[in-house]
């Protein structure tokens, strides 16, 4: 069942040729990330959220967002927040004293993207590894907007690339462009990676470069999640925050009733039939396992979780997730527990 599962994480498309490379849903370029920089708006990763966030509520404390820094302690002058006494230094002066809070203006941002070949998987809108592409744009976009600086881990099977956070353009672009070059080196026919060996070296790695007070957004399906992954995550929860974007694919969740698939894991070729019971039944037992066994660890250590789904428009679910109105007929929780089915 496993090496079913495995082989439903890519397209079964052939490799397309390099010149078609930049096809959309296929796969991005770097002008198209940078496109994406319009969209980046009425959404944010500050602790208050709207109602309909699902960031609000009892996860909302599990990021901080911009804190106060102590600047300085003065005399009391007429108007200050009696709040803001320092009753200790008051009673040894005898004179009232006040604590001098500035806002925190600095707020690293580290994106972990996601371009491994169990990512190279679409059967509507665009591949999940798009999708990823497209989310860690608006973030970066949205975050540099904000005045915050913005780094990130773009890795794939073999390679992982680390920008450190910058506050500039030339930063953005630069993120994007490597997120761009891995996504476009994605193949149907390259070999099978099993585990999260490259997934966990990126936390690995993210939590060295992101020592303290960084909010860390992991964008990524999380094939082959273990408990080293779940450590990783809770051990840079300690120091930092940490949100999820979990990028999933609806196939697996509404399987039909016929019908045929070829997948392959670039060496094997398989045909899946799905008017078999039997078959549908195995792939819909696993999916459920795993992703009930990844959204229960999230909630366990305090992570909040957001579905991205292949098969919508990127900039419009990250709204409804992190600001605006759900659709009609479901809220962010619902699509959330969809995932589970």
Known sequence: MRSHL???GRSPVAAAP????????????????AALEVAARDFHFLPRQPVHSVLAGRHASRVRGRGLTFEELRGYLPGDD??????????????????VYSEEKDRPVLLL???????????????????????AALAAWRVLSEGDRVGGLVFGDSECTELAPRRSRQAVEHLLGEIARHNQSLRADAPARRGASQLNAALERAARLARHDHLVIVISDFDGHDATTRDLMLSMCARNDVLTMLVYDPFLLELPDSGHLVV????????LGFGQASTRKGIADFVDTQSRSLMDWHRAIGVPLLPLSAAEETPQQLRRLLGQAAPQGQTPVRAAQGVQR
């Open 18 to 33: 390099a010149e078609a490379r930049a096809q959309p849903g296929v796969s991005v370029d770097a002008a198209a990330l």
């Open 82 to 99: 009696i709040r803001s006494m320092d009753w200790r230094v008051t009673a040894r002066t005898g004179k009232p004293h006040v604590r």
């Open 6 to 8: 495995a082989s439903l």
């Open 113 to 135: 993207v996601d371009q491994r070949i169990n990512m190279f998987f679409g059967s509507r809108r665009a591949m999940k590894s798009v999708v990823a592409a497209e989310a």
């Open 264 to 271: 392959s894991d670039g060496e094997l070729q398989v045909e």
